[in-house]
């Protein structure tokens, strides 16, 4: 999908072709790239985003460090078809033994992800079979593995970088954290990564905005990523309890905590990510105080989005206004010509193209709106 995404907008995946060296310079960084064929091509880049994993050549070419820990034990992982689950086919399900944890979590129509720890062992790949004898051991019983898509094992590492960006060159997705795959978080994170940078970089190139509007790239993301560091670190430890009265206090308030619709509900926006925000963000300006709709730094669903194509701008949602056509006749060019309606008739909300609010201001005050956008464009320029 993704790539089909890139081929809309005139951009292509070279696959077999390797970034092996950079120079960050004054205008822009020059990258060598080797080709499958041992070639070797040169590219002139303004901006180079490092999104090349979680062993990351960009990141150690700039010498950074990756700082965390590695838990001292193994395990492994199998997409199967499940029979017998005791639990609703959408529901996911931890069934907790003294030698470990085993989780199932639905995937597809027939596919769930199968996830149990190991202990301190060697990392292995495991088969089905192996699979299916610890399902057995640690499950109610009854249930039977088949149709493997895919068998896997995995160590945890839990780091960050501190820097995520170094002049003209960034790092995103697993290049820039990684963490335990408790909670499933790590590819969204990834492409929430992309997705918050991509549109500063586009309005930078486009000369609408100061140079230094991607810092905010850097210190919006690593909070969410630290966030989420703790949040699935504390859940894999959760998991991997070994005292048996821990375990036995854990499955209690575990089991009883998750009858509670609200609790359910927490986790869910916490794990979808449909909670993460932005609120001290130094792009942020105005309050949405005696409004009904979010604040600075929130995410706003927009009824009318923005329109499918054409560059990254930012949105305005406030009632067709004199005040209205005003601030975007301010900016029209970082601004969306149309106005779209805004959660509370008596607010005007700025919002960026990655859907979360920039600035909130009653009407009568779009002042707070046009000197959010100033400062956009003129930061540190
Ligand atoms: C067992 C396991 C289960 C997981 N389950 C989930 C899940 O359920 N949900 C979820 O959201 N996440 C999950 N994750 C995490 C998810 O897989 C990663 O977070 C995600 O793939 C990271 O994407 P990325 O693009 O940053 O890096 P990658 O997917 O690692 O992609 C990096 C790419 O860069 C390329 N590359 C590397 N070096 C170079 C170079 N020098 N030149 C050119 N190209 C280069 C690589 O070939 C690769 O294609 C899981 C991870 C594991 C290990």
Not at 287 to 303: D, E, F, I, Y
Not at 365 to 377: C, E, F, H, P, Q
């Amino acid at each position: 999908m993704l790539e089909d995404h890139l081929g809309t907008s005139g951009g292509a995946v070279e696959r077999g072709t390797e970034l092996t060296d950079f120079v960050d310079g004054p205008d822009g960084v020059s990258c060598t790239l080797t080709h499958a064929g041992g070639g070797k091509e040169r590219v002139e880049a303004a901006w180079l985003i490092g999104c090349d994993g979680a062993h990351s050549f960009v990141r150690r070419r700039l010498g950074q460090v990756f700082a965390g820990d590695t838990l001292p034990m193994g395990f492994v992982i199998a997409d199967a078809h499940v029979a017998g689950l005791p639990v609703p086919p959408d529901e996911p399900a931890i069934f907790w033994h003294p030698d470990g944890a085993v989780m199932f979590f639905p995937i597809s129509r027939d596919h769930h992800r199968i996830i149990a720890d190991l202990g301190p062992v060697p990392l292995h790949m495991p088969d089905l079979g192996e699979m299916q004898r610890i399902v057995d051991r640690r499950g109610p019983g009854g249930i039977t593995l088949s149709d493997p898509a895919w068998l896997s094992d995995f160590g945890v590492n839990e780091r960050i970088v501190r820097h995520y960006r170094t002049g003209h060159v960034f790092l995103a997705g697993d290049a820039a954290h990684v963490h335990s795959p408790a909670g499933g978080q790590g590819m969204n994170t990834g492409m929430q990564d992309a997705f918050n940078l991509a549109w500063k970089l586009a309005v930078v190139m486009r000369g609408e905005a100061a140079p230094s509007l991607p810092d905010s790239y850097g210190i919006e993301r690593s909070g969410v990523a630290r966030r989420i560091l703790s949040d699935s670190g504390h859940m894999t430890r959760i998991v991997l309890l070994e005292n048996h009265l821990a375990q036995r206090a854990r499955n209690l308030v575990v089991q009883q905590g998750f009858r509670i619709p609200a609790i359910r509900r927490a986790v869910a926006g916490r794990l979808s990510g449909i909670r993460i925000g932005y609120p001290d963000s130094q792009l942020n300006a105005g309050s949405a105080g005696g409004l009904h709709g979010p604040a600075p730094g929130q995410r706003l669903v927009l009824r009318q989005g923005r329109a499918a194509g054409g560059p990254p701008r930012l949105v305005l949602a406030a009632r067709d206004s004199a005040e209205a056509r005003a601030i975007i006749a301010h900016h029209p060019s970082l601004l969306a010509a149309t106005a779209c309606p805004p959660p509370d008739e008596n607010g005007i909300w700025l919002v960026r193209p990655d859907g979360y609010v920039a600035a909130v201001a009653r009407n009568g005050n779009g002042s707070v709106i046009t000197a959010a956008l100033d400062r956009m464009t003129s930061q540190g320029s």
